[in-house]
């Protein structure tokens, strides 16, 4: 079985004074496009992991009403993206053999990339990840997840570049939010 895991647990310095996951676009926040998005690829469950402003990201994704959704608050998050990825990835249930790993900032990306990564061969690969002209993107399918965990706990990457399928995929795959003009930029794109 496969799950999702949305790393929601940054603090949106670049963004200015709100949190960007909470800002609406398109009559939802960033967070609840997401997590819309998780919904709709081949996983079992959608995991966010949260850290600055657990109440209220939850409270967003709360809305969804969906019982396959979870939220788990990062304990550690201050020492980094990888120690939110490994919070999220211990919380997978023993029978959840991969992780489809979202960002919350990204909301033009689609159910559709997912399927198309999840139904890769990928023998030899831990991971596979869609990328745009050179830039890796996301989501990143992590296929061995015990291996990637034991990467992370010794304070290493989760994979190296090698251990990676890279396929090519469109601008969507890489356009995240970080700054308030990159709204108004993804906006005009479409």
Not at 84 to 108: I, K, T
Not at 133 to 161: A, N, S
Not at 169 to 187: A, S, Y
Request: hydrophobic share 40%.
């Amino acid at each position: 079985m496969r799950a999702a895991i949305i790393l929601a647990a940054g603090r949106s310095r670049r963004f200015g004074i709100a949190n960007k996951l909470l800002v609406r676009r398109h009559g939802k926040t960033l967070l609840q496009s997401a997590v819309q998005i998780a919904l709709s690829a081949p996983v079992c469950r959608v995991i966010v992991v949260t850290s600055v402003d657990d109440a209220r990201l939850r409270g967003a994704v709360l809305t969804t009403s969906n019982s396959r959704v979870s939220v788990l608050f990062a304990r550690d998050h201050r020492d980094g993206h990888h120690a939110s990825l490994l919070h999220g990835l211990n919380a997978l249930r023993r029978r959840e053999r991969e992780a489809l790993v979202f960002l919350g900032d990204m909301p033009d990306l689609t159910p559709a990339t997912a399927r198309r990564l999840t139904r890769l061969t990928a023998a030899g690969y831990k991971a596979v990840r869609p990328s745009y002209q050179d830039t890796p993107g996301h989501p990143v399918l992590i296929r061995d997840v015990d291996w990637v965990c034991k990467r992370l706990e010794t304070g290493m990457p989760p994979f190296g570049r090698d251990e990676v399928l890279h396929v090519n995929e469109g601008r969507h795959t890489v356009l995240d939010i970080d700054r308030p003009g990159d709204l108004q930029r993804i906006g005009s794109r479409r």
